[in-house]
């Protein structure tokens, strides 16, 4: 079992910088492949970045690819999302994921993660 705590989330002026944490807690987080998701009022879960447990190895989304740096420390069983130069349709809900295994689905995928954080809310405004 592994259990997930998102830090790091508030409101934020358009074109400011946010760093989300993620600390989780239980065995072998090393192992996991960690995420990180985000969810808007009224829209789905969209999968924002992640970060392959093997040599650090991550994928972004195109929304907020060039624009944030998903990182991880093993050692502090921490995962970081570093997002620069916010929009206001950056405004939503963002959650850290655990998975490992399933070799078949995609990191992107949201099923194919285990566990989940509560999540951290996220508001850029003007």
């Known amino acids: 079992q592994v259990q997930l705590v998102e830090s790091g989330g508030g409101l934020v002026q358009v074109g400011g910088s946010l760093k989300l944490s993620c600390a989780a807690s239980g065995p072998a987080f090393g192992t996991y492949n960690m995420g990180w998701f985000r969810q808007a ?3 789905e879960r ?6 392959y447990w093997s040599e650090g190895n991550t994928e972004y989304a195109g929304s907020l690819k060039g624009r944030s740096t998903i990182s991880r420390d093993n050692a502090k069983n921490m995962v970081y999302l570093q997002m ?10 963002y959650y850290c994921a655990a998975g490992r295994g399933r ?3 995609s990191v992107k995928d949201a099923n194919y993660y285990d ?12």
Not at 46 to 51: D, H, I, K, R
Not at 84 to 93: F, Q
Not at 115 to 126: I, L, R
């Open 41 to 43: 009022p009224g829209e």
């Open 46 to 51: 969209e999968f924002v970045a992640a970060v």
């Open 84 to 93: 620069n130069n916010l929009r206001p349709e950056d405004t939503a809900i």
């Open 103 to 105: 070799t078949w689905m």
């Open 115 to 126: 566990y989940w954080g509560q999540g951290t809310q996220v508001t850029v405004a003007y």
